[in-house]
């Protein structure tokens, strides 16, 4: 198994543009999360997802958005990328939600908005 | 006041020394927790969960205090490849809460 994956590795966007984050995972699991990381600060979930065709809002949503079409991949959308948009974001997923269930992270992806 | 607080440390810990660091969370009908341990640059990896009773995992001991609201992590015999950011992490109802993680830095 991959695990999840995440293309691509690094990017720089200029401020207004677009770009979708990839992610993928290859191990079956329904629940799919977007993460961003700032220096010095936790992770902050982004969007979730609890199976195909279903999206929801986490933390620090504004300026993202999701879709899950299938169990497989949950690409992160950034319309209008913003300098407060550069950090590293982590997509992640887990087979269930419920208390004690590991979450698997991919490797990341660095964004820098300038 | 964050949900979940962490000492950022760097703690400086000389190989085969004994390093012990805690978290305190807010919400006290959080169900679970555990510890992820992220190297630099890399993405979080579970190191271990946390259970009521604590638990033990090779050189590695969690305790949770549900009274006071904290859990912590004890290293025993550190090795150099010990060397990474300890990310605390609190499940309540399914949603995970991220400490903005403790570093720890083993020496020779």
């Known amino acids: 198994n991959a695990g999840v994956t995440q293309t691509p590795k690094f990017r720089i966007l200029k401020i207004g543009q677009s770009m979708t984050l990839q992610c993928a995972q290859d191990m079956n699991h329904n629940y799919m999360y977007w993460y961003r990381q700032d220096p010095g600060m936790g992770l902050k979930l982004i969007y979730y997802?609890?199976?195909?065709?279903?999206?929801d809002k986490g933390e620090v949503p504004n300026g993202y958005n999701v879709s899950r079409s299938t169990t497989e991949d949950f690409p992160l959308r950034l319309e209008l990328a913003a300098p407060s948009q550069t950090s590293v974001y982590f997509c992640?997923?887990?087979?269930?939600?419920?208390?004690?269930?590991?979450?698997?992270f991919g490797p990341g992806t660095r964004l820098l908005v300038l | 006041r964050k949900e979940v607080e962490q000492d950022p440390g760097p703690f400086n810990v000389p190989e085969g020394a004994t390093v012990a660091f805690n978290c305190t969370y807010s919400n006290s009908a959080s169900q679970s927790f555990f510890w992820y341990r992220q190297d630099c640059r890399k993405e979080p990896k579970l190191l271990m969960s946390?259970?009521?009773s604590g638990n033990e995992d090779g050189r590695f001991t969690a305790q949770l205090n549900r009274a006071s609201q904290y859990i912590s992590l004890l290293i025993r015999d550190s090795k150099l490849s010990d060397s990474a950011t300890y990310l605390c992490v609190v499940n309540s109802w399914g949603k995970l809460q991220f400490g903005a993680g403790t570093q720890v830095v083993v020496t020779p």
């Open positions: 992640a997923s887990s087979y269930s939600k419920q208390s004690g269930t590991e979450e698997y």
């Open positions: 997802s609890v199976g195909a065709g279903i999206t």
């Open positions: 946390v259970y009521s």
